[in-house]
């Protein structure tokens, strides 16, 4: 296994449209990274220049000291999954599996002992000899997986290979594509759309938006700290105030109140959780305090989620120390400074 490096990387199908722009991430020995982004952000675009299966139109891709950028895909030794499993119908589960060997002309004896290997590892010794057709999703999706593993690859490329399989068949198989990584100490890319599933399994995450990485970082600082307004709304933040200018101790919103927050170059909004912004009793003398009117109320189960009319604009504000609030009643709320985080556009 190796470090992987992708630097740089531009990339137009048209010579018109940039498609990837100025991309660059660098994955550790042994790390998993997930990339994370919109549909036609550029995801599989991305894999598949780091495949071979797609040229480039600029940048480098190093594996460990190597500059790999213009080998052929057959000579990566990259395992790749990919998202419909492309599995050969008319093959077995064994032979699936040992096609990448046999296509690599190991010897039979050899081909054996490598596949019954990674059968056991993926847990599909018992179906060997069955047909594609025979499995279920979830089986299909493992020999997918046995299959990319079984060449015992430099680094695993994986393209949202749980798309097609059921919630709770997905969290299984999430976290088993993690035990084996960690297993196997693999350098491995896992795409995808959801977030759940890659602050789950990652040790760092790529937001992506339009061709370029807008965030890199682990995903525990993600989802604290996202850097800007794109990173925060994918990520499920969903009070927004956009501010406009800054006196050297608050920032001055659009609505002409101004906010204590941490100062930070370029920002251009601040947002904040609805379970972050309290409901007082009583406005007080402490910074960021705003009245505001309910004008709607649903139940989310262990708190309430009021809409609440302000004049930084509307927010939402969950709830679950205080009584059932009631449309039109007015409320206090309270947007501590250290719940207030500032945003890049
Ligand atoms: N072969 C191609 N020729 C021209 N444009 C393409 C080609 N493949 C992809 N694109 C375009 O490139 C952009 C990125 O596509 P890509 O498949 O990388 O997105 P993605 O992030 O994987 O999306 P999804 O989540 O839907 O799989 C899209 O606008 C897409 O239409
Ligand atoms: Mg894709």
Redesign the pocket.
Known sequence: MAKLEVKNLS?S??GK?K??EDLSLSIQDGELVS?L????????????IIAGL?KQTDGEIIVGEKNISNLPVHKREFGMVF?SYALFPHLSVFNNVAFGLKMRKLDKKQIQEKVENVLSVTGLSDLAKRFPAELSGGQQQRVSLARALVINPQVLLL??PLSNLDAKLRVEMREEIRRLQQELKMTAIF?T?DQEECFAISDKVAV?NR?RVEQFDTPQAIYQEPKTLFVAKFIGFENFIKVVGYDGEAYLTESNIKLAAQAKENTRYLTIRPRQIKIIETANDSENVVKGRIINRTYLGNSYRYTVKTSLGVLKVDDFEHDVLSRDEDVILELAVKNLLPLEN
Not at 37 to 48: F, I, M, Q
């Open positions: 990339m199908y048209d449209n498609i990837l990339i982004g919109p549909s036609g952000c550029g995801k599989t675009t991305t894999l598949r797609l998202q393209d949202e795409v759309h992506m061709g």
